[in-house]
């Protein structure tokens, strides 16, 4: 639900999202939430009581947007549906992580809501909204490059939309560790080498080589997420011997 309804179709009908549309892995419907207002001059916004700056979103547009939305899915799916949850995009929400993403996949339906302006009618948001969530804790003009996010991050969860298995197998944030570094062809460029356990055909060595770099990496990069992350006891003894060593990866 938005006010920019081709900002989403042009961005996510592109690239793997795009693909995925295509062969019907996923189902993308960006409603124009102007297309529901009441009011002869298609307005979908108007001042705030109680005074101040900007304007705010109705509620008419959004809620009757809604409701034809659920009633398209009840068409779609032959049954009155169960209510799908419906997501707003706002700095105030839950910030979005991948633990989040992964649960959202499993949604066979979800309604995102983007705001615009100051914000939207309180009563609109108490009416359809079940999760409130951020990006991150930065303000953007508007909830449509928040829900992108989400959706492109949602979508290559579902089953199919990857093309590699693995991709998505092993990756950043993969049990809370990042992801090793990647070299390919040629073995070496601007006199830097691809490191030597990589050209052994060693394999057990290779993931030995890559699980200590994810470990490395993360604790250089994001000790936040080092502390949440299943280390076995091994990998604990190894990973304090480095800790007085002043690495740069
Ligand atoms: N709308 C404006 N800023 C936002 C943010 N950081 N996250 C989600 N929605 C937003």
């Known amino acids: 639900m938005t006010l920019f309804p081709e900002m989403i179709t042009n961005a996510l009908g592109t690239s793997i999202i795009g693909r995925a549309m295509e062969h019907g892995l996923i189902g993308l419907h960006a409603v124009n939430i102007r297309d529901y207002t009441l009011d002869k001059h298609k307005r979908v916004d108007d001042y705030p009581y109680g005074g101040g700056a900007g304007m705010v979103m109705q509620a008419q547009p959004i809620c009757d947007c809604y409701q034809a939305i659920r009633e398209e899915i009840s068409k779609k799916q032959g049954r009155k549906a169960r209510s799908p949850r419906v997501i707003y995009l706002t700095p105030q929400g839950q910030v979005f992580h991948q633990k989040m993403a992964e649960e959202l996949a499993q949604e066979e339906e979800l309604i995102f809501l983007c705001g615009h302006y100051e914000g939207i009618d ?3 948001l108490e009416l359809i909204v079940t999760d409130h969530v951020s990006i991150g804790d930065y303000v953007l003009t508007g909830g449509e490059m928040p ?5 492109d991050a949602i979508s290559r969860l579902v089953p199919g939309v990857l093309n590699n298995k693995e991709s998505a197998e092993f990756e950043s944030f993969q049990d809370n560790l990042l992801e090793y570094p990647q070299y390919t062809r040629p073995e070496e460029y601007e006199g830097k080498r691809v490191p030597e356990v990589l050209l052994s055909g060693h394999h057990a060595k290779i993931e030995a080589w890559r699980r200590e770099q994810s470990i490395l990496r993360t604790k250089e990069r994001r000790p936040d997420l ?19 060593v002043d690495f740069v990866l």
């Open 122 to 124: 309180e009563r609109a």
């Open 147 to 151: 829900a992108m996010i989400m959706i």
């Open 226 to 244: 080092l502390s949440q992350a299943k280390l076995s006891e091994k990998e604990q003894e190894w990973l304090k011997r480095w800790e007085d």
